[in-house]
């Protein structure tokens, strides 16, 4: 008799896998049942209740088995459509969130934001790749929706920065003082698409952007 039946994650057929994790496949345990069916004693045959209830635990296994290898193509088949999509945004020019940028020796990066409600004043800050503020900028009115404002690539001491990675965080207040919503955003030319991980990666002025960040896109 069998006594315990355990899920497995072998990516086999239901049949396959329920015969490695069991020592017996559905099939097998038709058999064994005949058998016993056969070899009992008709004067005092035995109970076939729990020998059917571990039938129907065996065949719960084999369509959990089925169940999980139909869910992974769906998945495979979801991703390949992912990655399609991705391809098709090269040369196009995208809007995402994400509050990286990239400074080029002499550049003046524009710093992308979007905002729910208009702002009264809005505050941006700058942090090298350590997380330290090297730069804040402010501004006055500033109107609901896409907007962005140029960094000049210098400190608060008005000394040139070093190229490389930055990142930026804005934060906004209404005519009453109080904080509104702002988000950080990545805007700009697809230029490359990158493949690594299951979620397509989308290369943008320098800038690594995944495909499920991506709020809009635009042909030009």
């Known amino acids: 008799m069998i006594t ?4 497995t994650t072998d990516s086999s057929s239901g049949a396959a896998a329920m015969k490695k994790a069991t020592g017996m496949n559905k099939d097998d345990f038709l058999k064994l ?11 005092n045959p035995q109970d ?3 020998f059917l209830g571990q039938l129907a635990q065996l065949t719960q296994v084999e369509q959990a ?28 020019e995208v809007t995402a969130t994400g509050s990286q940028v990239v400074l080029t020796a002499g550049g003046q990066p524009a710093l992308n934001f979007r905002l729910t409600d208009a702002a009264q004043q809005i505050t941006v800050d700058i ?8 730069r804040t900028l402010t501004r006055g009115s500033t ?3 896409d907007s962005s404002i140029t960094w ?50 989308l290369t943008i ?12 896109v635009k042909g030009v």
Do not use: R
Not at 4 to 7: A, E, R
Not at 33 to 43: A, E, G, I, S
Not at 168 to 193: E, M, P, W, Y
């Open 127 to 134: 942090k090298d790749a350590s997380g330290k503020t090297v």
């Open 33 to 43: 049942f005949v058998t016993q069916l056969q070899n009992q004693d008709p004067l």
């Open 65 to 92: 088995y089925n169940t999980n290898s139909n869910l992974q193509n769906m998945i495979s088949a979801q991703n390949n459509a992912s990655t399609l999509s991705a391809v098709s945004f090269i040369g196009k």
């Open 152 to 201: 000049d690539g210098k400190d608060g001491n008005n000394q040139s920065l070093p190229a490389g990675a930055y990142s930026f965080s804005v934060t906004g207040k209404n005519s009453a003082g109080d904080g509104i919503q702002a988000t950080s955003l990545v805007q700009g030319k697809v230029d490359g698409l990158k493949l690594d991980g299951s979620t397509p990666v």
């Open 4 to 7: 315990d039946v355990t899920s």
């Open 205 to 216: 002025n320098g800038l690594d952007v995944p495909l499920t960040s991506v709020l809009s």
């Open 143 to 145: 109107a609901a929706g």
């Open 48 to 50: 076939g209740t729990q």
